[in-house]
């Protein structure tokens, strides 16, 4: 167990829609990264927050968007999803340096 | 940006064998991590290099990072059934943001 804590584990919907993912990091970890995780494609860095503060961005869509709360959890919002969008979305936290501990991810569908 | 180059893309071998896989990047790293995954499971930390020449152990687990600092590879001894998965290798070069660079995975596939 990571104890990066991720849900829903998985997630249905349908093209057009918004879903919200979320991610509480391991205690005492500042820094909260997104990646996703396309069918035979590798980890595609999104964005990382450190401390509510965003610190880097990836390939990471307009139609996408995250944040990080005080109390250090993040969420991940997509909208507008199209059938692409379907990947597993994975997120990792980190003290504010390597390594990075990943959670289990969430798998979205978008039908 | 950034890439590394991770090799080989699949490996099948027979229970028992031993394994090496690398990466290669353009770029010079200051850490070098080696990630597995399961199935329908986040990557899970194998061993985090800090240091050029450094060999680390984890198990039957060995990594080391390379001299150049350009370079990493990470052996599996006497391989078994629940080393199948994939193996990731991720590039730290430093600075402020502390995004990681990974590779495209190794898939090994282990024959009982």
């Known amino acids: 167990d990571s104890g990066v804590t991720q849900t829903p584990k998985h997630l249905i919907t349908a093209t057009g829609q918004r879903v919200t993912l979320r991610c509480s990091p391991r205690?005492?970890?500042?820094?909260v990264y997104w990646y996703q995780q396309s069918l035979d494609q590798g980890l595609q860095f999104l964005i990382q927050?450190?401390?509510?503060?965003?610190?880097a961005k990836g390939n990471i869509l307009e139609r996408f968007s995250a944040q990080q709360f005080p109390d250090l959890h993040s969420e991940l919002n997509l909208s507008s999803l199209e059938l692409g969008d379907s990947a597993l979305y994975f997120c990792?936290?980190?003290?504010?340096?390597?390594?990075?501990?990943f959670g289990n991810g969430t798998r979205l569908t978008v039908t | 940006g950034q890439q590394l180059n991770q090799s080989p893309q699949s490996m099948f071998i027979q229970e028992g064998e031993d394994v090496s896989m690398n990466c290669t990047s353009s770029?010079?790293?200051?850490?070098w991590l080696w990630y597995k995954q399961d199935p329908g499971e986040g990557p899970v930390l194998l061993i985090a290099?800090?240091?050029?020449?450094e060999l680390t152990s984890n198990g039957r687990l060995t990594a080391q990072f390379g001299i150049t600092r350009k370079d990493s590879f990470l052996n599996i001894s006497a391989s078994i059934p629940s080393d199948v998965g994939i193996y990731f290798c991720?590039?730290?070069?430093?600075?402020?943001?502390?995004?990681?660079?990974f590779g495209k995975g190794t898939l090994l596939t282990v024959n009982p």
């Open positions: 990792a936290s980190s003290p504010g340096y390597p390594p990075l501990h």
């Open positions: 205690s005492g970890d500042l820094s």
């Open positions: 927050y450190y401390n509510g503060e965003e610190r």
């Open positions: 770029s010079i790293f200051n850490t």
């Open positions: 290099l800090y240091k050029a020449g």
């Open positions: 991720a590039g730290y070069s430093g600075g402020s943001n502390y995004k990681l660079t």
